[in-house]
């Protein structure tokens, strides 16, 4: 049983890997195409936010361009959060 639960766990994570790395890499994207889900009855939802916590003399937009929190979560069938991964990124502002 522990084996397969370390099966199941690697399997998540290299989705929600794989899914972060896509949105890292289009910034436009809103949904992940059904050909990455690699994992039956999953699904990933991204969420972006501002970036909180910065000095006050820290700018988060700059031109076109801001500093966002990007939050990958990936979903089971139940719509139950499985993993979650936040980075902060640079991105156009949208």
Known sequence: MRSANTVRDYAETMQLI???E????DSEADSLPEELLTLPGYSVEVEYDEAESLPDDF??????YELVVMRVSLLDNASEVRKTVTMERIMRRR
């Open 18 to 20: 794989n899914a972060a």
């Open 59 to 64: 700018k988060s937009e700059l031109g076109n």
């Open 22 to 25: 896509y949105f890292m890499l």
